[in-house]
């Protein structure tokens, strides 16, 4: 069965320093990896996608992932942050095929403190 | 990117009424839509999964005679919550996939249904 764990409820971050949020995931075969950002009251929007390549993916807004097929792990991560990246952000695994459903961990909200 | 909408964004109801909620692909035709539902500070709950043309398939624990869908076109899926209750409060996301095994999802702006 398809799984995504976000350790971390919330992450604390000041403004200018760098960022990394967790995301460890358990699927079988190839995964299809995704992150999301959520804003209050508002839906999903896309980050960024590891589908197969580079293992260093690059997204919208400055962030990065990177893929570790042998710790199973997507970290999110940016390398100064910003108050306005404080939202809830979701990791989501769909494994390979791409007709499967996409599974969302718990989500971690980031709070930027100027 | 892709562009899926929502409609309403908001909607308040009593008791015992159906509430149906409009999702949307405004500029790509998308061969499956997914339904989610999402209370306040948890994550994404996927209730059903639809194609366009055939039935939904519903997740473990989700009626689907409270929650029907309708997949009639490749831009239109509806969510109609029959004889909505105060439990039936959430946030309900909408998801459409595009075609291809590679497909990629995008996500309406969610509507907020509110039973009173």
């Known amino acids: 069965a398809q799984s995504v764990a976000q350790p971390e409820d919330q992450v604390n971050v000041a403004e200018g320093n760098p960022l990394t949020v967790k995301c460890t995931y358990s699927?079988?075969?190839?995964?299809?990896l995704f992150w999301y950002v959520q804003y209050p009251n508002r839906g999903l929007q896309f980050l960024l996608k590891?589908?197969?390549?580079?293992?260093l993916v690059k997204g919208s807004y400055g962030f990065e992932a990177e893929f570790n097929k042998s710790q199973t792990s997507f970290h999110l991560k940016k390398p100064s942050a910003l108050v306005s990246d404080s939202a809830l952000y979701f990791c989501?695994?769909?494994?390979?095929?791409?007709?499967?459903?996409?599974?969302f961990g718990a989500g971690t909200r980031l709070a930027v403190h100027p | 990117g892709a562009v899926v909408s929502q409609h309403p964004s908001w909607v308040i109801c009593k008791s015992g009424t159906s509430v149906k909620i409009e999702c949307r692909s405004l500029?790509?035709?998308?061969?499956?839509m997914f339904w989610y539902r999402q209370f306040p500070k948890q994550s994404l709950m996927l209730m059903a999964t639809?194609?366009?043309?055939?039935?939904?398939?519903?997740e473990q624990g989700v009626e689907k005679d409270k929650f029907l869908i309708n997949h009639a076109s490749l831009t239109l899926s509806t969510l109609t919550v029959t004889s909505a209750h105060p439990e039936d409060s959430s946030f309900y996301i909408c998801?459409?996939?595009?075609?291809?095994?590679?497909?990629?999802?995008?996500f309406g702006p969610g509507t907020r249904l509110t039973v009173l």
């Open positions: 998801s459409a996939r595009t075609a291809g095994a590679g497909g990629e999802q995008f």
């Open positions: 989501a695994v769909r494994a390979d095929g791409g007709y499967n459903k996409l599974i």
């Open positions: 590891y589908i197969t390549g580079d293992n």
């Open positions: 699927v079988s075969g190839n995964p299809y």
């Open positions: 639809s194609n366009e043309g055939s039935k939904a398939t519903y």
């Open positions: 500029d790509f035709q998308a061969t499956t």
